[in-house]
Nanobody
């Protein structure tokens, strides 16, 4: 069982920055991929970024490339998402998730989820 807890969300004006944190605990031996998803009301859950457990390989969605950066702190079992130059369309609930294989793109490939943290960007 893997437990994921997110933090760091909030409200910022367009152009601002936020850093999201996800702390993983439990048996992480079967989780080789950690991802950040987001879901806005009425929209499907979409993958924003993912990272291999060792921290060496990453994926970023085209919509966030150059603005968001996923990283991993292995000592703290933390998966962080630095978000810069935020836009109103980035407004969503952001979820941390774990999957057995990297890369994994679809939500159904992730078997553990956090409760989410809200990000709101005003124009």
């Amino acid at each position: 069982q893997v437990h994921l807890v997110e933090s760091g969300g909030g409200s910022v004006p367009a152009g601002g920055s936020l850093r999201l944190f996800c702390v993983a605990s439990g048996d992480l031996s079967g989780s080789n991929c950690f991802g950040w998803f987001r879901q806005a009301p009425g929209n499907e859950r979409e993958l924003v970024a993912s990272i291999y457990k060792s921290g060496g390989a990453t994926y970023h969605a085209d919509s966030v490339k150059g603005r968001f950066t996923i990283s991993r702190d292995n000592a703290k079992n933390a998966i962080n998402l630095q978000m810069n130059n935020l836009k109103p369309e980035d407004t969503a609930m952001y979820y941390c998730a774990a999957a057995p294989s990297f890369p994994s793109y679809a939500p159904e490939h992730y078997n553990y989820w956090g409760q989410g943290t809200q990000v709101s960007v005003s124009s």
